[in-house]
């Protein structure tokens, strides 16, 4: 939810619409860094049932909401997730775990202890500023990606034989 009240597009439809709302439009926004920069993506919304609950907006797994149980905030869950995160050794990029490349976990936040938890287990941080940022990047990235590919196929389509050209000519 900070990241929603950090957002004033995203407050506005919370306000309007509610919080369901709100986090349609974020996952929406969120997409492109998961479908165009091959990112797992993961929206942490404190819950209020007696079960931690996973559901995906698509058929993919790594693209997810994770609603955490009563008693347990949206902050605690994340710092579960990063803590317990395990990659195999050679794809583990946490900056703890290997100095010379980039972190694997990317944590978007403006909360100050969940910040310092997280960096504490490697993850790099993220203001929600710059995951907006990040967002539309990916999301320009992609429009530019389909684009080219839509040129792509259009030039190849005209440069093909057409199929009436298949058909006998008619006699002079």
């Not at 957002?7 to 986090?23: C, K, M, V």
């Not at 797992?40 to 909401?65: A, H, N, Q």
């Amino acid at each position: 939810m900070n990241v929603i009240h950090a957002w004033p597009e995203l407050r506005a439809i919370l306000t309007a619409h509610g919080p369901d709302a709100a986090r349609a439009q974020l996952a929406t926004t969120l997409r492109p860094i998961h479908d165009t920069e091959g990112w797992r993506v993961t929206i942490v919304v404190d819950g209020s049932g007696d079960e931690l609950r996973i559901e995906r907006p698509g058929k993919e797994l790594t693209f997810s909401y994770v609603f955490g149980p009563k008693g347990l905030s949206a902050d605690g869950i994340i710092e579960q997730l990063v803590g317990n995160a395990t990659l195999p050794h050679d794809e583990d990029r946490r900056s703890s775990k290997k100095k010379d490349r980039d972190a694997e976990i990317v944590v978007a936040t403006r909360d100050n202890m969940l910040s310092e938890a997280t960096a504490a287990n490697g993850a790099r941080l993220m203001t929600p500023n710059l995951l907006r940022e990040w967002a539309k990047d990916a999301a320009a990235r992609q429009e530019r990606e389909v684009l080219a590919r839509a040129r792509k196929a259009a030039s190849q389509w005209q440069a093909g034989a057409s199929p009436w050209d298949k058909l006998p000519k008619p006699p002079k």
